[in-house]
T-cell receptor
């Protein structure tokens, strides 16, 4: 069965600092992994996705994530945080065993001036 | 190029009433998913539908909840005899196919409040 664990429900960084949001997954078959972002009162938007083509995936707004099979992780990073990055971020997994995408509980990112 | 459209954005119902949430998928998308979001709990899968078919309803409560996606018109999530615990944000997402690597396109959600 698929599952996703996001470590830290809240993360706070200063503007210009590194952003690191952690995600670990569980899947019985090679997974497809996603990061989504949600701004207040909106739906989720895709940031990036991993589909086995390359372990380092670049997404929109300067975010990237690295797939590490040995650690079953797919952490999201951004070298320099911007105020506009403040939002909630969701890691998600799907695989060939099912039809649905499973989401983590989310990590709310706060960016301090 | 309209995205996923959900209405209403906000819905208030008294306990015992019925709630109907509507979702029109993106143009060209025939696969619809409903998720429920509670504070601090992320998104919980409810149901996956294709036109006129329910493919996976493993996340739907067995009672009071139903979903449909007719040949014509939007997908409907129906909650009968609502209770306070049904208060949540309900999100609809669509995709062009059932491929597991197709990202989901989300609507802005319907926020249901049960008084």
């Amino acid at each position: 069965a698929q599952s996703v664990t996001q470590l830290g429900s809240h993360v706070s960084v200063s503007e210009g600092a590194l952003v690191l949001l952690r995600c670990n997954y569980s899947s019985s078959v090679p997974p497809y992994l996603f990061w989504y972002v949600q701004y207040p009162n909106q739906g989720l938007q895709l940031l990036l996705k991993y589909t086995s083509a390359a372990t380092l995936v670049k997404g929109i707004n300067g975010f990237e994530a690295e797939f590490k099979k040995s650690e079953t992780s797919f952490h999201l990073t951004k070298p320099s945080a911007h105020m506009s990055d403040a939002a909630e971020y969701f890691c998600a997994v799907s695989d060939t065993g099912g039809f649905k995408t499973i989401f983590g509980a989310g990590t709310r990112l706060f960016v301090k001036a | 190029n309209a995205g996923v459209m959900q209405n209403p954005r906000h819905l208030v119902r008294r306990r015992g009433q019925e709630a109907r949430l509507r979702c029109s998928p993106m143009k060209g998308h025939s696969h619809v998913y409903w998720y429920r979001q509670l504070p601090e709990e992320g998104l919980k899968f409810m149901v996956y539908l294709q036109k006129e078919n329910i493919i996976d309803e493993s996340g739907m409560p067995k009672e009071r909840f139903s979903a449909e996606f007719p040949k014509e018109g939007p997908s409907i999530l129906r909650i009968q005899q609502v209770v306070r615990g049904d208060s949540a944000a309900y999100f609809c997402a669509s995709s062009p196919d059932s491929s597991y690597n197709s990202p989901l396109h989300f609507g802005n959600g319907t926020r249901l409040t049960v008084t």
